[in-house]
């Protein structure tokens, strides 16, 4: 759904509890790409119902197929150069903790939790998964995660960096909206290199392309006339 310069894609599996399968996970990276096409300057990604995401679907989790359309999501999540918020509206379990880490921020409501319980199903999950949340959460909470299957609620979220802000969807909007009135070109630039998806050569383009921006001029301009300024991402 578009909403002003932000899109807000919904999760709807509620029957399933938003757990992934390989056509949602396609549909998900498709829906970021298209809003990203479409101009947004900020993405929201939510689930409908109670769950913000209740792991891989375990009828479709067997076989290469599922595993290459998560991980290719999840990887372009973390490449795509627009700001993408995380509202957690209740569990994310899994898959659903994979989805919520390669967002940029999260929301997080009183039912959000955080879980990554493959020591107790026997699945795995990949290096960048274990390093991001270990990154997030700190490696002491990551350990307990992965290792003791234990789970994470919103206020440790929140104490520990796995979560940005408590709130609701209607407060990740605001923030999304926020966002979106930053300059463009700086906030890519910033994503992608904390990201750590540039080389050093892209890194030095992004920055030379940042401070050569109309934006930049803008921003100078606004502090002149004593105004907010207004960043097109040129």
Known sequence: VRDGDISILTLHRADRRNALNVELCRAILASVQN???????????TGEGTAFC???????????????????????????????????????????????IACDLRVVDERAKFAVPTAGNGMAVDAWTIRTLAELA?????????LAADSIDQTEAIGCGL???????????????????????ALAHNKLVVNGVLDDDEISASFTAVWASDDVKEASLARAEKRTPTFKGL
Do not use: K
């Not at 940005?164 to 966002?179: F, K, M, V």
């Open 35 to 45: 809003a990203v096409a479409d101009g947004s300057r900020a993405i929201v990604v």
């Open 54 to 100: 209740a792991g891989a679907d375990l009828d479709a989790v067997y076989g290469d197929e599922f595993l290459t359309a998560l991980y290719t999501m999840l990887h372009e999540l973390a490449r795509t150069p627009v700001p993408i918020i995380a509202a957690v509206n209740g569990p994310a379990i899994g898959a659903g903790t994979q989805l919520a």
């Open 138 to 146: 700190g490696h002491g909470r990551a350990r307990r995660v992965l």
């Open 163 to 185: 979560a940005d802000r408590p709130g609701t969807l209607a407060e990740a909007i605001s923030w999304a909206h926020q966002i979106a009135n930053l300059a463009p070109l």
